[in-house]
Antibody, heavy 117, light 110 residues
Framework: QVQLEQSGAEVKKPGASVKISCKTS????????IHWLRQAPGQELEWMGW????????RYSQNFRGRLAFARDTSASTATMELSSLTSGDTAVYYC??????????WGQGTLVTVSS | QSALTQPRSVSGSPGQSVTISCTGA?????????VSWYQQYPGKAPKLMIY???KRPSGVPDRFSGSKSGSTASLTISGLQAEDEADYYC??????????FGGGTRLTVL
């Protein structure tokens, strides 16, 4: 079955960077797009962008321009997201999710990132 | 302010039907049939309930249905059950390879 397994919770200081991994299984990794989204405590879902695993094309939400970087390791069926210059406003649960035909269908379990001095 | 507008909350009694609206623009909801709906329990990841406006993934009860008129999409849950109490989010393809989400609706089963 389709699974997306994310790395564990992180605590970071303001100004630092965080990298989250998303290990996938149950589907052909290189034929899909992986999206990244986040949800601040008690808030709505926010779309961050995507990476086309097959051709390495990426699209970032303008809300994160310059701070966000997506990558993938096809040999490990793993996608990664790195967010830099963290502030307290970046405290959130971060999700990776698979997209099939314009639909974001399967989600990882989420990774809590806490930014605190 | 979210890109797609949903009511903050809706409620209904067991057995009743409720409808959650999701209003976008002619450039997103009104222009593409790529609207999806997600159910989210506290502390859990969202689960896909409806995609392509009105299609249900395997395993989703047929009590859940979706529709769209103009720039407003809707999720209807009939025969409400206690387990339906959750947050619901709509999502639309926004063109130019972007996706938009609604602010979420808290469904309370009375």
């Amino acid at each position: 079955q389709v699974q997306l397994e994310q790395s564990g919770a992180e605590v970071k200081k303001p100004g630092a960077s965080v990298k989250i991994s998303c290990k996938t299984s149950g589907f052909t990794f290189t034929t899909y797009v992986i999206h990244w989204l986040r949800q601040a405590p008690g808030q709505e879902l926010e779309w961050m962008g995507w990476i086309n695993v097959g051709n390495f094309n990426r699209r970032y939400s303008q809300n994160f321009r310059g701070r966000l970087a997506f990558a993938r390791d096809t040999s490990a069926s793993t996608a990664t997201m790195e967010l830099s210059s963290l502030t307290s406003g970046d405290t959130a649960v971060y999700y990776c999710a698979r997209e099939g035909g314009y639909t974001i269908d399967y989600w990882g379990q989420g990774t809590l990132v806490t930014v605190s001095s | 302010q979210s890109a797609l507008t949903q009511p903050r909350s809706v409620s209904g009694s067991p057995g009743q039907s409720v409808t959650i609206s999701c209003t976008g623009a002619s450039s997103d909801v009104g222009n593409y049939n790529y609207v999806s709906w997600y159910q989210q329990y506290p502390g859990k990841a969202p689960k896909l309930m409806i995609y392509d406006v009105s299609k249900r993934p395997s395993g989703v009860p047929d009590r859940f249905s979706g529709s769209k008129s103009g720039s407003t999409a809707s999720l209807t849950i009939s025969g409400l059950q206690a387990e339906d109490e959750a947050d619901y989010y709509c999502c639309s393809y926004g063109g130019e390879y972007t996706w938009l989400f609604g602010g979420g609706t808290r469904l309370t089963v009375l």
